[in-house]
Protein backbone atom coordinates (compact mmCIF):
# COMPACT_ATOMS: atom_id res chain seq x y z
CA UNK A 1 0.00 0.00 0.00
CA UNK A 2 1.62 3.42 -0.71
CA UNK A 3 -0.31 6.60 0.09
CA UNK A 4 0.77 9.94 -1.62
CA UNK A 5 0.38 13.82 -0.50
CA UNK A 6 0.70 16.69 -2.74
CA UNK A 7 1.95 19.99 -2.13
CA UNK A 8 3.03 23.19 -3.52
CA UNK A 9 0.17 24.87 -5.18
CA UNK A 10 -0.86 27.90 -5.09
CA UNK A 11 -1.75 31.37 -7.40
CA UNK A 12 0.65 32.10 -9.57
CA UNK A 13 0.78 34.53 -12.16
CA UNK A 14 1.39 33.72 -15.76
CA UNK A 15 4.94 33.42 -16.37
CA UNK A 16 5.89 32.49 -12.97
CA UNK A 17 7.00 28.82 -11.70
CA UNK A 18 5.96 26.58 -9.41
CA UNK A 19 7.44 23.53 -7.92
CA UNK A 20 4.84 20.63 -6.82
CA UNK A 21 5.52 17.73 -4.52
CA UNK A 22 4.40 14.31 -3.68
CA UNK A 23 5.67 13.10 -1.04
CA UNK A 24 5.26 8.75 -0.76
CA UNK A 25 4.79 6.43 2.06
CA UNK A 26 5.72 2.62 1.60
CA UNK A 27 8.35 0.64 0.66
CA UNK A 28 7.84 0.22 -2.63
CA UNK A 29 8.03 3.70 -3.63
CA UNK A 30 11.44 3.18 -5.06
CA UNK A 31 10.81 0.47 -7.71
CA UNK A 32 7.27 2.09 -8.45
CA UNK A 33 7.39 4.36 -11.80
CA UNK A 34 5.61 7.46 -11.17
CA UNK A 35 2.92 10.05 -12.89
CA UNK A 36 1.39 13.53 -12.28
CA UNK A 37 -2.00 14.47 -13.88
CA UNK A 38 -4.52 17.49 -13.92
CA UNK A 39 -7.82 18.27 -13.80
CA UNK A 40 -9.53 21.31 -14.87
CA UNK A 41 -12.90 22.23 -13.87
CA UNK A 42 -15.40 20.10 -16.35
CA UNK A 43 -12.53 18.76 -17.96
CA UNK A 44 -11.44 14.90 -18.17
CA UNK A 45 -8.24 14.41 -16.00
CA UNK A 46 -5.03 14.64 -18.46
CA UNK A 47 -1.73 13.30 -18.16
CA UNK A 48 0.93 15.73 -17.61
CA UNK A 49 4.17 13.37 -17.07
CA UNK A 50 5.26 10.67 -15.67
CA UNK A 51 9.14 9.47 -14.53
CA UNK A 52 10.30 5.56 -14.26
CA UNK A 53 11.18 4.37 -10.82
CA UNK A 54 15.10 5.36 -11.29
CA UNK A 55 14.76 8.70 -12.67
CA UNK A 56 16.19 7.54 -15.98
CA UNK A 57 12.89 7.94 -18.12
CA UNK A 58 11.11 10.58 -18.21
CA UNK A 59 7.72 10.98 -20.52
CA UNK A 60 5.42 14.72 -20.89
CA UNK A 61 2.31 15.71 -22.22
CA UNK A 62 3.19 17.72 -25.46
CA UNK A 63 1.08 21.00 -23.67
CA UNK A 64 3.85 21.10 -20.90
CA UNK A 65 7.19 19.60 -22.83
CA UNK A 66 9.85 22.10 -22.63
CA UNK A 67 8.40 23.93 -19.38
CA UNK A 68 7.83 21.12 -17.06
CA UNK A 69 10.25 18.91 -15.59
CA UNK A 70 9.47 15.51 -13.51
CA UNK A 71 12.24 14.56 -11.42
CA UNK A 72 12.46 12.05 -8.30
CA UNK A 73 14.61 11.61 -4.91
CA UNK A 74 13.93 7.93 -3.98
CA UNK A 75 15.95 8.82 -0.65
CA UNK A 76 13.07 11.15 0.46
CA UNK A 77 10.23 9.15 -1.12
CA UNK A 78 9.48 12.34 -3.20
CA UNK A 79 8.97 13.03 -6.57
CA UNK A 80 8.22 16.74 -8.15
CA UNK A 81 6.95 18.34 -10.79
CA UNK A 82 8.47 22.06 -11.82
CA UNK A 83 6.64 23.96 -13.91
CA UNK A 84 7.99 27.46 -15.39
CA UNK A 85 6.15 29.62 -17.65
CA UNK A 86 2.79 29.07 -16.37
CA UNK A 87 -0.06 29.71 -18.45
CA UNK A 88 -3.45 30.13 -17.53
CA UNK A 89 -4.59 27.12 -19.43
CA UNK A 90 -2.29 25.40 -16.50
CA UNK A 91 -4.65 26.01 -14.15
CA UNK A 92 -6.13 22.96 -13.10
CA UNK A 93 -6.02 20.62 -9.65
CA UNK A 94 -2.99 17.98 -10.01
CA UNK A 95 -2.29 14.94 -8.93
CA UNK A 96 0.23 12.19 -8.58
CA UNK A 97 -0.33 8.38 -8.50
CA UNK A 98 1.62 5.14 -8.89
CA UNK A 99 1.52 3.57 -11.89
CA UNK A 100 0.77 -0.04 -12.15
CA UNK A 101 -0.15 -0.35 -15.51
CA UNK A 102 1.48 -0.49 -18.77
CA UNK A 103 0.13 2.52 -20.45
CA UNK A 104 1.99 5.82 -19.67
CA UNK A 105 -0.55 8.31 -19.99
CA UNK A 106 -3.86 6.90 -18.98
CA UNK A 107 -5.46 7.32 -15.94
CA UNK A 108 -6.27 3.67 -15.88
CA UNK A 109 -2.40 2.64 -15.49
CA UNK A 110 -1.77 4.17 -12.32
CA UNK A 111 -3.54 4.06 -8.67
CA UNK A 112 -3.04 4.95 -4.98
CA UNK A 113 -3.77 8.59 -6.29
CA UNK A 114 -3.03 12.08 -4.09
CA UNK A 115 -5.64 14.31 -2.57
CA UNK A 116 -4.75 17.04 -5.12
CA UNK A 117 -2.78 20.29 -5.10
CA UNK A 118 -4.85 23.05 -6.67
CA UNK A 119 -2.74 25.30 -9.24
CA UNK A 120 -4.06 28.59 -10.48
CA UNK A 121 -2.46 30.71 -12.82
CA UNK A 122 -3.91 33.99 -13.43
CA UNK A 123 -3.44 36.11 -16.70
Known amino acids: QVQLAESGGGLMQAGGSLRLSCAAS????????MGWFRQAPGKEREFVAA????????YYADSVKDRFTISRDNAKNTVYLQMNSLKPEDTAVYYC????????????????WGQGTQVTVSS
Open 51 to 58: ISSSGAIT
Open 97 to 112: AVKTGTNWVVPSSYDY
Open 26 to 33: GRTFSISS
